[in-house]
């Protein structure tokens, strides 16, 4: 069976490196999981004022997180959390009150960044967030991937032959991770 996985890049950055650690797990990914990015840049920055009435580039975000099967952020650490744009879109996607996006969706966190310990603490902070929003999470492997220059290249290669088999274990992983959810959890319940 297909399963439609609709990503988030954390990061706005043209460079981002969480952006290429997408492109490399999406190529190691079983043929089965379909992916399309879900953008945030164009969300105004959320207020409840909005939820008697939704901006159209609000509503096709949530519409785009609908059509997913499962979710995968992709997000670096900024400050020892997620970058302020990531938790605006998760704003506007949980609400208004009711339609909350996020509600059963299978879920799944990674990150990457130059330091030690690899987007741990925002993916910590990430976690607690999908789980007032109800979205199940995939709780191992966790995958903290510290980056380092020419780890991934610009096609999206994984030069790294440990880590390019432990990202394949991952996203086979979460292909089981949404079959398992989907089966017990049929999308309309
Ligand atoms: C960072 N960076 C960073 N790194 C980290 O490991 N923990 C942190 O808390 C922070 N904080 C932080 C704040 C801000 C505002 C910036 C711009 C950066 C460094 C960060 O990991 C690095 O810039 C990565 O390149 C960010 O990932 P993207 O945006 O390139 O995908």
């Given at each position: 069976k297909t399963y439609k996985v609709g990503y988030f890049i954390g990061s706005l950055a043209k460079a981002s490196i969480n952006r290429k650690l997408a492109t490399a797990l999406i190529k190691l990914s079983p043929e089965n999981l379909k992916f399309s990015e879900i953008s945030?840049?164009?969300?105004?920055?959320?207020?409840?004022?909005?939820?008697?009435d939704y901006p159209p580039v609000a509503k096709a975000f949530k519409a785009a997180i609908a059509e997913a099967d499962a979710l995968l952020f992709v997000t670096p650490e900024y400050n020892r959390s997620i970058p302020g744009g990531l938790k605006n879109a998760i704003d506007w996607a949980s609400r208004?009150?009711?339609?909350?996006?996020?509600?059963r969706k299978p879920s799944a966190v990674i990150g990457t960044s130059p330091g030690a310990i690899g987007t741990a603490v925002a993916q910590q902070s990430l976690r607690s967030v999908l789980s007032f929003c109800n979205a199940p999470q995939?709780?191992?492997?966790?995958a903290y991937i510290q980056f380092k220059?020419?780890?991934?290249d610009d096609q999206g290669e994984v030069t790294d032959p440990s880590t390019e088999t432990f990202l394949r274990d991952y996203m086979e992983a979460f292909h089981i991770f949404i079959a398992r959810v989907t089966s017990v959890l049929p999308r309309d319940a």
């Amino acid at each position: 069976k297909t399963y439609k996985v609709g990503y988030f890049i954390g990061s706005l950055a043209k460079a981002s490196i969480n952006r290429k650690l997408a492109t490399a797990l999406i190529k190691l990914s079983p043929e089965n999981l379909k992916f399309s990015e879900i953008s945030f840049k164009d969300l105004p920055l959320y207020s409840y004022d909005y939820d008697a009435d939704y901006p159209p580039v609000a509503k096709a975000f949530k519409a785009a997180i609908a059509e997913a099967d499962a979710l995968l952020f992709v997000t670096p650490e900024y400050n020892r959390s997620i970058p302020g744009g990531l938790k605006n879109a998760i704003d506007w996607a949980s609400r208004p009150y009711g339609t909350n996006s996020f509600a059963r969706k299978p879920s799944a966190v990674i990150g990457t960044s130059p330091g030690a310990i690899g987007t741990a603490v925002a993916q910590q902070s990430l976690r607690s967030v999908l789980s007032f929003c109800n979205a199940p999470q995939m709780n191992a492997p966790e995958a903290y991937i510290q980056f380092k220059p020419g780890l991934i290249d610009d096609q999206g290669e994984v030069t790294d032959p440990s880590t390019e088999t432990f990202l394949r274990d991952y996203m086979e992983a979460f292909h089981i991770f949404i079959a398992r959810v989907t089966s017990v959890l049929p999308r309309d319940a």
